[in-house]
């Protein structure tokens, strides 16, 4: 079955800097574009970033665009997210998730079980 | 941008009662492209509606959603003990991004 497992959060120092990863397993990971989303302590879900299935094409929020970049390996099953320059509101859990768009419609149809980033000093 | 705005922000019911929840977005959104998320304390969200209406797999038929332009609705209609939960729009746009509502609280 379809699992997706975050790794990487963890305390870091405002300004500093951490990498996700989200392992896929049970689907072909290559055919599907994948993205970031957080959700603050106590607060509503957030999109962070997204990229396509070959990596080609990336977007990100306007809270942390220039800050943060999305990659995925392909032939690891696994995507990232490079977190730079760190501040306390980015403090969140962060989920991977699947896109699909079967029948035109686009959905996040797979989470994770989401890592947790504190950014404290 | 859009705005997604749910109502209300706690919805207060019992087992067996129906809820209604109201998504409403700043401008008209495509159909399409407007799906529902449940998520329950400690959990990742997960995908209950998509296309406004059309239910994710393994959904029970309690669960559907209607609406068009900027008035979207999810209703639940008995309420099951494992259904209170926070309930949350989202749309995708045209620039390949998503943007989710607040959320909506069922409790008891």
């Known amino acids: 079955q379809v699992q997706l497992v975050e790794s990487g959060g963890g305390l870091v120092k405002p300004g500093g800097s951490l990498r996700l990863s989200c392992a896929a397993s049970?689907?072909?990971?290559?055919?599907?574009?994948m993205s970031w989303i957080r959700q603050a302590p106590g607060k509503g879900l957030e999109w962070v970033s997204y990229?396509?299935?070959?990596?080609?094409?990336?977007y990100y929020a306007d809270s942390v665009k220039g800050r943060f970049t999305i990659s995925r390996d392909n032939a690891e099953n696994s995507l990232y997210m490079q977190m730079d320059s760190l501040r306390a509101e980015d403090t969140a859990v962060y989920y991977c998730?699947?896109?699909?768009?079967?029948?035109?419609?686009?959905?996040?149809?797979?989470w994770g079980q989401g890592t947790l980033v504190t950014v404290s000093s | 941008e859009i705005v997604l705005s749910q109502s209300p922000g706690t919805l207060s019911l019992s087992p067996g009662e129906r809820a209604t929840l109201s998504c409403r977005a700043s401008?008209?959104?495509?159909?399409?492209?407007l799906a529902w998320y449940q998520q329950k304390p400690g959990q990742s969200p997960r995908l209950l509606i998509y296309?406004?209406?059309s239910r994710a797999t393994g959904i029970p038929d309690r669960f559907s959603g209607s609406g068009s332009g900027t008035d979207f609705t999810l209703t639940i209609s008995r309420l099951e003990p494992e259904d209170f939960a926070v309930y949350s729009c989202?749309?995708?746009?045209?620039?390949?991004?998503?943007?989710f509502g607040q959320g909506t609280k069922v409790e008891i």
């Open positions: 998730a699947r896109e699909t768009y079967s029948s035109g419609y686009p959905r996040l149809d797979y």
């Open positions: 049970g689907f072909n990971f290559s055919d599907f574009y």
């Open positions: 990229i396509s299935n070959s990596g080609s094409s990336v």
């Open positions: 401008q008209s959104v495509s159909s399409s492209f």
């Open positions: 296309g406004a209406s």
């Open positions: 989202q749309q995708y746009t045209r620039s390949s991004t998503w943007t």
